[in-house]
């Protein structure tokens, strides 16, 4: 769990890259309907979570630096029996300063009447505009509220800046606090892999996996996947983002199962493919060793001051030669890898940074160049190769196979860590595995 004393720095953090008489403003994500009188499982906007632990919708974080009276702010639903008997308990105005560190709270409802004086005279206002278009409306009127009042003196904003730069590079940069989250995250993730690695054979189908993978989630603490789990067993395993789940797993056949947990609002991100019988056969053994060394090499060239997007290169050098090898590609490695021939075979990137979101935040190039990797950066290394079931330039064993590796890797002052290590994706492990 993030300690009350880690979301006070991050909030001082962000507090002193603001500039003088500035007001930063972020609220929290709304309660979101499913259908009719039901609504999603809520889940807290990352950046509110960021700062605030807080995790009730209809709030507002307001941080005004210097200010006498406090400079952490929060706007939250007021205490009300009737309505905690149906919904659940609130934290209400005195529950968000005695256990969330607000200096000040007040009920959401009066938002209306205080905010705009805490807008008044400052020169620069932090905000996400155009995230919750609802919020923005109440924003502008407030503006233009102390607008009509300039003639008493009253002094507008002068300035809207875009929050995200600042807020989404500090959320780059885990924690040692962070770490350990996703540590569990992705030992929670590794486990369920191995389970349905286990429990996979002939007949089952495919949401029966993903049973197995999110039981494992929910029993170990982990409330939620941290996506729409991916079972894709035979030609589904060619759909990137294929979620149905409604196949059959057949003989002879690979599943492809991209699934992670999220653990205490931190996301790991896992794909393993293997043999729904087992054992590998002879074309998918071929290709599955392509992605597994592309896989590994790039791994190898993650590293603390390395460049964003050498893991990338890497693995289009592998998957390439591979396949002009195994003859899906002809001609020269240079030439394939110029015209960019391997994306009929490979049409995604390596990977993503990884945090409080899946694809988590944090800009892959600065000033129009790949950006070079730092210790406490988060990322996913996931090559992949997948031959279209229709594809009419390749033999017909080749055709129907995909296959994915992904792994979780943060990138430290020493090297690399793996997180996700603790699942196969050796040939001759995962076939152990499914025998034992």
Same mark, same amino acid.
């Given at each position: 769990?993030?300690?009350?004393? /880690?979301?006070?720095?991050?909030?001082?953090?962000?507090?002193?890259?603001? %500039?003088?008489?500035?007001?930063?403003?972020?609220?929290?994500?709304?309660?979101?309907?499913?259908?009719?009188?039901?609504?999603?499982?809520?889940?807290?906007?990352?950046?509110?979570?960021?700062?605030?632990?807080?995790?009730?919708?209809?709030?507002?974080?307001?941080?005004?630096?210097?200010?006498?009276?406090?400079?952490?702010?929060?706007?939250?639903?007021?205490?009300?029996? %009737?309505?905690?008997?149906?919904?659940?308990?609130?934290?209400?105005?005195?529950?968000? !300063?005695?256990?969330?560190?607000?200096?000040?709270?007040?009920?959401?409802?009066?938002?209306?009447?205080?905010?705009?004086?805490?807008?008044?005279?400052?020169?620069?206002?932090?905000?996400?505009?155009?995230?919750?278009?609802?919020?923005?409306?109440?924003?502008?009127?407030?503006?233009?509220?102390? +607008?009509?009042?300039?003639?008493?003196?009253?002094?507008?904003?002068?300035?809207?800046?875009?929050?995200?730069?600042?807020?989404? *590079?500090?959320?780059?940069?885990?924690?040692?606090?962070?770490?350990?989250?996703?540590?569990?995250?992705?030992?929670?993730?590794? +486990?369920?892999?191995?389970?349905?690695?286990?429990?996979?054979?002939?007949?089952?189908?495919?949401?029966? &996996?993903?049973?197995?993978?999110?039981?494992?989630?929910?029993?170990?603490?982990?409330?939620?996947?941290?996506?729409?789990?991916?079972?894709?067993?035979? %030609?589904?395993? !060619?759909?990137?983002?294929?979620?149905?789940?409604?196949?059959?797993?057949?003989?002879? /056949?690979?599943?492809?199962?991209?699934?992670?947990?999220?653990?205490?609002?931190?996301?790991?991100?896992?794909?393993?493919?293997?043999?729904?019988?087992?054992?590998?056969?002879? *074309?998918?053994?071929?290709?599955?060793?392509?992605?597994?060394?592309?896989?590994?090499?790039?791994?190898?060239?993650? +590293?603390?001051?390395?460049?964003?997007?050498?893991?990338?290169?890497?693995?289009?050098?592998?998957?390439?030669?591979? &396949?002009?090898?195994?003859?899906?590609?002809?001609?020269?490695?240079?030439?394939?890898?110029?015209?960019?021939?391997?994306? *009929?075979?490979?049409?995604?990137?390596?990977?993503?940074?990884?945090?409080?979101?899946?694809?988590?935040?944090? %800009?892959?190039?600065?000033?129009?160049?790949?950006?070079?990797?730092?210790?406490?950066?988060?990322?996913?290394?996931?090559?992949?190769?997948?031959?279209?079931?229709?594809?009419?330039?390749?033999?017909?064993?080749?055709?129907?196979?995909?296959?994915?590796? *992904?792994?979780?890797?943060?990138?430290?002052?020493?090297?690399?860590?793996? &997180?996700?290590?603790?699942?196969?994706?050796?040939?001759?492990?995962?076939?152990?595995?499914?025998?034992?």
């Amino acid at each position: 769990m993030i300690s009350s004393s /880690e979301y006070d720095r991050r909030r001082r953090d962000l507090m002193s890259l603001m %500039a003088e008489d500035s007001i930063a403003i972020i609220t929290a994500a709304p309660e979101r309907t499913r259908s009719r009188d039901t609504h999603f499982p809520f889940r807290q906007d990352s950046d509110f979570q960021y700062l605030t632990g807080f995790p009730e919708p209809e709030a507002a974080l307001v941080l005004i630096p210097g200010r006498e009276q406090g400079e952490f702010v929060l706007f939250c639903r007021d205490r009300d029996p %009737a309505r905690e008997i149906w919904d659940g308990y609130r934290a209400g105005p005195a529950g968000a !300063c005695e256990r969330y560190g607000a200096d000040d709270a007040f009920p959401i409802g009066d938002i209306d009447e205080i905010l705009p004086g805490l807008l008044e005279d400052k020169q620069r206002v932090y905000y996400a505009v155009g995230k919750d278009q609802e919020f923005d409306r109440h924003l502008t009127g407030w503006i233009n509220d102390i +607008r009509s009042r300039a003639r008493t003196g009253a002094s507008p904003p002068a300035e809207f800046v875009d929050l995200d730069h600042l807020l989404h *590079e500090m959320r780059l940069f885990k924690s040692a606090g962070e770490l350990k989250l996703m540590r569990e995250s992705a030992s929670i993730s590794a +486990r369920a892999h191995c389970r349905a690695m286990g429990a996979c054979r002939p007949g089952l189908r495919e949401y029966q &996996l993903q049973a197995e993978i999110e039981h494992e989630f929910a029993m170990a603490g982990a409330s939620f996947p941290a996506y729409s789990s991916i079972v894709g067993a035979g %030609a589904n395993g !060619c759909i990137l983002h294929y979620v149905e789940n409604g196949g059959s797993l057949r003989d002879g /056949e690979l599943v492809l199962i991209d699934a992670g947990c999220e653990y205490q609002g931190y996301a790991a991100d896992i794909t393993r493919t293997f043999p729904v019988n087992g054992r590998f056969s002879p *074309e998918q053994g071929a290709l599955y060793q392509i992605v597994l060394d592309a896989q590994l090499e790039a791994i190898g060239r993650v +590293r603390a001051n390395g460049y964003w997007n050498d893991a990338h290169d890497a693995t289009v050098e592998v998957i390439t030669r591979g &396949l002009a090898q195994l003859g899906l590609l002809k001609g020269s490695v240079p030439e394939l890898v110029e015209s960019g021939a391997y994306r *009929e075979f490979y049409m995604h990137r390596a990977g993503h940074w990884l945090g409080m979101d899946v694809h988590d935040v944090g %800009a892959y190039k600065v000033d129009h160049s790949w950006r070079l990797l730092e210790p406490g950066m988060v990322m996913t290394v996931e090559p992949g190769i997948y031959v279209a079931p229709d594809n009419p330039r390749v033999a017909k064993k080749w055709r129907g196979i995909g296959i994915r590796i *992904e792994d979780d890797v943060a990138i430290t002052s020493a090297g690399v860590e793996v &997180l996700t290590s603790g699942v196969p994706k050796e040939i001759k492990d995962i076939e152990r595995l499914m025998a034992g």
